[in-house]
């Protein structure tokens, strides 16, 4: 004796098939706008100087920080690639790096504005190629105190979208001007 799975059939059936096949499709266009989302340039007060400026902002990642969960985002202000947070980081393991995709991992030691701030300044024109080009981006960062230490977290970033950002912040925050559509 063989059990047949239960599908509906006839017109429940039909109706119960559209409707999976709308929300696939829902969803599959939410996910594609969150992924198109994921990077905008504004202007917006520097993390660091506080002065007003065009940066490029990744939308922000909660992760554990050994006490609770904290925001972790990505400003891009075309010097440097600073990671924000609102828990201070913890230099003293020197394991904080970021990693694109499958190239060896970037390190640094640089901490700035109260300690919560990971600074990514030196090889610029590569750590922007590789941000460009790669699909995720995954900093490794540690906070303190969390006693007796415990662990670096990984908290990943889509790099979708980080390329028309960048150049809208190259255009002072403004999209650039395409084929059929007037320059400001």
Aim: glycine share 8%.
């Amino acid at each position: 004796m063989q059990i047949q799975p239960w599908r509906p059939a006839g017109a429940v059936g039909d109706r119960v098939r559209r409707w999976l096949a709308v929300l696939g499709m829902s969803g599959g266009l939410l996910v594609g706008g969150l992924a198109q989302a994921a990077w905008t340039a504004a202007s917006k007060p520097d993390p660091l100087t506080r002065q007003s400026s065009c940066l490029v902002s990744s939308d922000p990642q909660s992760t554990p920080d050994g006490y609770g969960t904290t925001p972790v985002s990505l400003v891009f202000d075309g010097a440097r690639l600073l990671v924000v947070t609102e828990s201070e980081l913890d230099s003293s393991f020197a394991d904080l790096q970021l990693v694109i995709d499958k190239n060896p991992p970037i390190r640094s030691a640089e901490i700035a504005r109260n300690k919560m701030a990971l600074v990514f300044g030196r090889d610029l024109p590569d750590l922007v190629r590789q941000l460009r080009t790669g699909r995720q981006a995954v900093v490794y960062l540690r906070f303190w105190p969390t006693w007796p230490a415990t662990e670096s977290f990984a908290i990943p970033f889509s790099l979708v979208g980080f390329s028309k950002a960048q150049d809208a912040m190259d255009h002072h925050c403004q999209p650039p001007s395409g084929p059929g559509r007037p320059a400001n």
